[in-house]
């Protein structure tokens, strides 16, 4: 089912099931998101001393390293990515925190394959309870 999202392979498939416990470890995709390295977080130091949004250095680099390729990915073989990144480039965003972004939207998107148990589907409307 994790291979289902575009992007993801058989190999951050398996690293994603092996270092999450089978998604047991990790109660959101924020929380996931965190440990993978991708969500920058914001230091200031009193109220003269601001520093740049960076990641957390206890991030697992292994699977970060592994989503940036899957990021790559995705930007070539994804349309609603490539055009996403194209969007924010014209914003006069960063580049690599756009793929950054990117990378956040391959685990939110992992993380709702596995809660919803089903495949993953362009343009998915999710019936109404």
């Known amino acids: 089912m994790l291979q289902s999202?575009?992007?993801?392979?058989?190999?951050t498939a398996t690293a994603l099931l092996v270092y999450?416990?089978?998604?047991?470890?990790?109660?959101?995709?924020?929380?996931l998101a965190c440990y993978c390295g991708?969500?920058?977080?914001?230091k200031t130091?009193?109220?003269s001393v601001k520093y740049k949004p960076s990641v957390s250095p206890f991030a697992n680099m292994k699977l970060k390293k592994l989503l940036h390729l899957c990021a790559?990915?995705?930007?070539?073989?994804?349309?609603?990515m490539k055009a996403y990144f194209e969007r924010k480039l014209l914003?006069?965003?960063?580049?690599?925190s756009i793929i950054n972004a990117i990378r956040n939207k391959l685990i939110h998107r992992v993380f709702a394959v596995?809660?919803?148990?089903?495949?993953?589907e362009d343009n998915y409307v999710r019936p109404c309870a």
């Open 5 to 11: 999202v575009n992007g993801i392979g058989k190999v």
């Open 20 to 31: 999450t416990k089978g998604f047991t470890a990790f109660n959101n995709a924020k929380e």
């Open 38 to 42: 991708v969500v920058p977080f914001n």
């Open 45 to 47: 130091s009193g109220s």
């Open 72 to 80: 790559m990915s995705a930007l070539q073989n994804d349309s609603e």
């Open 91 to 96: 914003e006069g965003k960063n580049k690599m």
């Open 114 to 120: 596995i809660r919803d148990n089903r495949r993953y």
